[in-house]
């Protein structure tokens, strides 16, 4: 039984009339007359009854006609729904990002993509890029947003390189500037109180890595907060903090930025998802658009072709600059 066969007999049905409803399907009536019969020998049942030119339905026909109207408005219905998702209509992109991802970079294009796509939905899951690899493997995201290297255990990921940036240290302006000549280094944070995040942020493990380099341990007046309390601790006077730069242009003037000197610290943040699964119509989209339009399109390189068109890079490959 095809698709085709039931929209004839649904035309025929409703105009009793073989030539008139040929015309209505924009068939010959010898290839509608012929797919009816095909219909009729495949149900063991004839639908029509012919006697002198009048055409009626059949007992067989009478039962066929409301379960063949309901499978064509069916299939009508799964048609536009697919339609709608292939146009943005409709759909939903699960996203992850880390903190300070979330905070930077993610208003403006998601502000973008919504105006756009008013009718997907947006799905973000905060965390930090161990957790958001754990989350792609096992299928709880589309696509993440995390700190590269990846974790050395991680799973198959494809990754491209949106962009990279530098940390800046943010301060009371109430106080001293940290730091001699607009700059600071990182030695300089030896002894100074420090705003620290929790455990699992990448800022926290790249800060506190770069000070061992210098052969201390920062000093932590307060840890254990996300972004947002890590800025309001920071405008309470109770220290210093290493952030990105982006994090630091949307603080507001009530905190002073002070540079890191050179070679400074930097930090690479990539678009990955699941390998073995293709991100969904929506979350291209969205990929599409971060990779366009991300900030600092200057400093990212160019992908490598791979799978779904983003260069792969599995487990730790991938090499960030401290």
Known sequence: MHFQQLTYFVAVAEARHFT?????????????????????NELGAELFSRARGNIALTDAGEALLPLARRILADADTARHEVQELVQLRRGRIRLGATPSVCTGL??????????????VQLLIEEGGSHDLVRELARGALDLALLVLPLPAASP????????????????????????HGGTVRV???????MVMFRHGYDLREL???ACRAEGFDPSFTVEGGEMDAVLGFVRAGLGVAVVP??????AGQDLRTTPLAPPGLRRTIALAHRTDVAPPRAARE?????????????????PRDGPHGLDRQDGGNPSARP
């Open 20 to 40: 008139r409803a040929a015309e209505e399907v924009h068939v010959s009536q010898p290839s509608l007359s012929q797919q009816i019969k095909a219909l009729e």
């Open 106 to 119: 993610l208003p403006d294009v998601l502000r973008a993509f919504h105006d756009l796509h008013p009718g």
């Open 156 to 179: 198959a990921l494809t990754t491209v390189e949106l962009l990279q940036e530098d940390l800046v240290v943010l301060s009371s302006p109430a106080g001293p500037a940290p730091g």
């Open 187 to 193: 030695a300089d944070l030896a002894g100074e109180p």
């Open 207 to 209: 800060t506190v890595a």
């Open 245 to 250: 730069r982006m994090v630091a242009v949307r």
């Open 286 to 302: 969205l990929q599409r658009m971060l990779l366009a339009n991300g900030p600092d399109r200057r400093d990212r390189r160019a």
